[in-house]
């Protein structure tokens, strides 16, 4: 019992007896200096620093997450403040392989040698020595935004020198922009730079739209194919953030964020005069007319531009008339009746169409389209005073007169009225009236029905007439 008593109080000294010999200070105990940190994924740091030490330990608010023998790691980081330290770790390795051999007499208890091994017992055969620990490198870490963002709101229109010129909103201010252009099942890629030397006349930006020009020797020193005219493209863009070094915020170009990708945009390369105008203005701007104006370059080509009133059934194009053209880039259209026009402004040279503006929907409101509230009073004899409120824009009124029998059966029904008299009475804006006579004797005991319709007439620009709705009203006379 004695013996095997002694043997353990041995086994206790062996920790103590093969460390003894700790390393004097060297040049693994200097402060390990940080040289980077960034961002490389969401929620993950990584840290580079220089140093001679044999291990370090990393620290990330006051707890170990790591025991590395490399210069640089990965550390896992949520958003806000977070304190990184790292410690330079000397390791004084007692057996590699845990087992060594004990000579039992040299302490006096007899039994030759003995062979132990530390790892059977669960004794770890190392010793730690910290060094001098870094400073403490302090983050405000906010994940980068961009990897969730996506490319909206493309745009494609044509140059003067017919280049592609590619527009998108980008709140981000990325540092790359990767372009992809197919054509049937090619494909090619490009990367803008907003820092590149070549392209900083190929970017510009208005607040956060930016727009780049698909120049054709930019994109062949880039091995991409150059859009053509007549072509059918699509392109799509993501945006690339390079990671910022929380040690000098500068940038870290070798490390890079990618956005989602955009949606596609399909855009045809069509000459330049065959871009579609934009609408600046469309509006009613008086009775039965509605005044369009727009925004085009064609580059003294000499274009016309039409102006085409789009027929459509819930929605559905079924049709379009041409309402007229000009080398301007305004156009009145007059005598409209009421309702809802749907207009596009069509770019035209030498008989070949270019792209239709976006849809302009006008409501026409025309006060004389509706028809005239009649009044009728009879006065003495065989009189009868017409009073209605007459809107601007007629110029006549039109009153026929229907003369029915009141002692027919066919009056209950209104089918005995027979056209007796019609006649014009030329318009004033406002109240007007009227004083009718019935030249013929009537029955004093039945009377006679007399029924009045009116309506009004205006002449239009080519030589026509339009007509308001029609009103009635119907009186006895005795």
Known sequence: MKKILCILAVLLLVPAVFCAGAAEEEDWTKAPVITKAYEQSVGKIYIEWEGNAPLYQVFVDGNKVADTPFNHQIL??????????????????????????????????????????LATLGLDPKEFTPGNPSRTLEIDYKPNQIMNARPERLSAVTDSQNRVVLSFEDPYVADEYLLT??????????????????????????????????????????????????????????????????????????VVSDSKVSAELVYRL????????????????ADGQLTVAWDHEDYGTGVEYAVM???????????????????????????????GYCINIVPTLKGEKGSYSADANI??????????????????????????????????????????DNASLLRFVDLDFGKYAEFDVEAAEGDMEYIYTYDEPT????????????????????????????????????
């Open 270 to 285: 069509a000459p330049l005069w065959k871009t579609a105008p934009v609408i600046t203005f469309a509006s009613q701007t």
């Open 309 to 339: 009133k789009i027929n459509k059934v819930l929605g559905i194009a079924t049709g379009e008339e041409r309402l007229g053209s000009t080398k301007g880039h305004e156009f009145v259209v007059r005598d409209l009746n009421n309702g």
């Open 181 to 254: 252009i197919k054509r049937g099942s090619n494909m090619s890629y490009v990367t803008f730079n907003t820092k590149g030397e070549a392209e900083k006349e190929l970017i510009s930006e208005n607040g956060s739209m930016v727009s780049l020009i698909l120049d054709p020797e930019f994109l062949r020193s880039h091995e991409c194919f150059v859009p053509e005219i007549d072509g059918e493209y699509r392109f799509t863009v993501q945006f690339r953030k390079y990671a910022t070094d929380f040690t000098t915020g500068e940038k870290e170009g070798s």
């Open 76 to 117: 896992n980081a949520g958003k806000g403040t977070h304190s990184i330290i790292v410690y330079p770790v000397y390791v004084t390795d007692i057996d590699s392989d845990t087992k060594f051999n004990i000579n039992l007499d040299a302490f006096g208890l007899g039994g030759g040698n003995i062979t132990l091994d």
């Open 443 to 478: 029955d004093p005991e039945n009377g006679i029905r007399l029924k009045f319709e009116i309506y009004g007439a205006r002449s239009t620009t080519s030589g026509g007439e339009q007509h308001s709705a029609v009103s009635g009203k119907t009186i006895i006379i005795k």
């Open 363 to 404: 409501e026409i409101k025309n006060e004389w389209v509706l028809a005239p509230t009649l009044s009728c009073e009879q006065l003495n004899g065989n009189q009868v005073r017409l009073t209605w409120k007459a809107p601007g824009n007629i110029e006549k009124y039109h009153i026929t007169v229907y003369r029915g």
